[in-house]
């Protein structure tokens, strides 16, 4: 089955700076990569997705690059602010009707004022 | 659209007894739905595929006698906790697949259970 590891587990940030969280997977058939974030006692909240069919994908400060060759994508978040701190997760899944998601173990972000 | 809900939000009960949690699919259809399992700190873990009018897929290491699910109808699907004990305090999650080609997954805002 699916492996997704995520790195870093924890990570601290001054307010404005930017944030990189990475992850890798191991089924060279999944091709669909979301990214979630989920505050304390909540939902994941889909923040960011990408299809294997493109390299890059930005919505303002947040930005998703995948390489399908070395089988890694990550987020990007810029100009971070303290409202982004949460725990960030990333996962994979193939994209074929009802395909089961694999989460990483997820990324606590603190962005100190 | 594509909301999902859940039922209870919180819920306490005692070492022994059964809970149920209701997972609802309010403006669209679900033939599937997934039931995870969240404890703190830690990742969601998926425990079983629920498929509306079928048994429900488990995934290994989840006992099926102890987590019933049962998934009656197109927007309903529930897990029932069966003799709980404290290890099974944790945050369960429902999603149901939607969107272009039923790709995402849409979470319901998740049960908390504690076992005492």
């Known amino acids: 089955g699916e492996n997704v590891e995520q790195h870093p587990s924890t990570l601290s940030v001054q307010e404005g700076d930017s944030a990189v969280i990475k992850c890798t997977y191991s089924?060279?058939?999944?091709?669909?990569f979301p990214w979630y974030k989920q505050e304390l006692g909540k939902r994941p909240q889909l923040i960011i997705d990408i299809r294997s069919n493109v390299g890059e994908k930005k919505d303002q400060r947040i930005a998703v690059t995948l390489n399908k060759t070395a089988k890694h994508f990550s987020l990007h978040i810029t100009e971070t602010q303290p409202e982004d701190s949460a725990v960030y997760f990333c996962a994979a899944s193939r994209s074929s009707g009802y395909s089961t998601l694999t989460f990483g173990k997820g990324t606590m972000l603190l962005v100190s004022p | 659209g594509a909301v999902v809900s859940q039922h209870p939000s919180w819920v306490i009960c005692k070492s022994g007894t059964s809970v149920k949690i209701e997972c609802r699919s309010l403006?669209?259809?679900?033939?599937?739905m997934f039931w995870y399992r969240q404890f703190p700190k830690q990742s969601l873990m998926l425990m079983a595929t629920s498929n509306e009018g079928s048994k429900a897929t488990y995934e290994q290491g989840v006992e099926k006698d102890k987590f019933l699910i049962n998934h009656a109808s197109l927007t309903l699907s529930t897990l029932t906790v069966t003799s709980a004990h404290p290890e099974d305090s944790s945050f369960y999650i429902c999603?149901?697949?939607?969107?272009?080609?039923?790709?995402?997954?849409?979470f319901g805002p998740g049960t908390r259970l504690t076992v005492t």
């Open positions: 999603s149901a697949p939607g969107g272009q080609g039923f790709i995402e997954q849409y």
């Open positions: 403006d669209f259809q679900a033939t599937t």
């Open positions: 089924d060279s058939a999944s091709n669909y």
